[in-house]
């Protein structure tokens, strides 16, 4: 049973986000020495060299890829159906299901119903498609940030003047930001699953006494 809706989720995400964006702009530094960054590098041993200055720090960037994804998600979940529709079409479904149609409607009428799950579920199917690709693209940058660590840390003597390319997120700020994003994306693949498979259990269990 699913207790907190995905539409709920996503749209909760999409306002954390244009937050989190707004403080990596004015005040970065109230995320960057939080005390759960703190406590997630410590506890992995993520600790690369600080990339304080304008030119060099990662976070002005990534909040404008935050704030555009955020505006991408709250567009997307605007323009999709909610299964609200799904509820809506039952009474004009039933019908179609009644086996007491005339033989050569019964005939017409055979593809209709997959035709009309696979549109009223289009919601469900766009955005599991979403969070499988967000869960393993966080999945991996979070990946790709905790097997480089031993290379910075292997050498006192790196600088973040020495850093470049992809090793400009390898810090423990954009490390948490990934895992905690692959977990939450992770959650509203897991609701999405169990929000379709409710709604199709119940358009079955509506029509087959019909």
């Given at each position: ?27 970065p ?52 159906p ?42 469900w199917?766009?955005?599991i ?5 967000r ?18 840390l ?5 600088s ?8 400009r997120?390898?810090?423990r ?30 358009l ?7």
């Amino acid at each position: 049973m699913v207790f907190v809706s995905s539409k709920t989720l996503i749209q909760v995400h999409g306002i954390l986000l244009v937050v989190v964006a707004g403080y990596l702009v004015k005040n970065p530094e109230l995320i960057t020495d939080s005390d759960f960054v703190f406590m997630m590098g410590e506890a992995l041993k993520i600790d690369f060299p600080s990339l304080s200055s304008p030119q060099q720090s990662p976070f002005t960037f990534c909040a404008v890829l935050l704030f555009v994804e955020a505006l991408i998600d709250l567009v997307l979940l605007s323009n999709l159906p909610f299964h609200e529709a799904l509820d809506q079409a039952l009474p004009y479904i039933r019908p179609l299901r009644n086996g007491n149609l005339p033989a050569e409607d019964l005939q017409v009428l055979q593809s209709l119903p997959e035709y009309i799950t696979k549109s009223l579920t289009v919601y469900w199917s766009v955005w599991i498609g979403v969070a499988a690709c967000r869960f393993f693209v966080y999945a991996g940058l979070a990946l790709f940030i905790y097997t480089g660590r031993g290379e910075i840390l292997a050498s006192s003597y790196t600088s973040a003047a020495a850093l470049g390319g992809l090793d400009r997120l390898k810090n423990r700020v954009v490390f948490t930001f990934a895992f905690v994003e692959m977990m939450f994306w992770f959650w509203i693949f897991t609701t999405l699953r169990e929000e379709r498979q409710e709604r199709l259990t119940k358009l079955l269990e509506d029509t087959r006494d019909l």
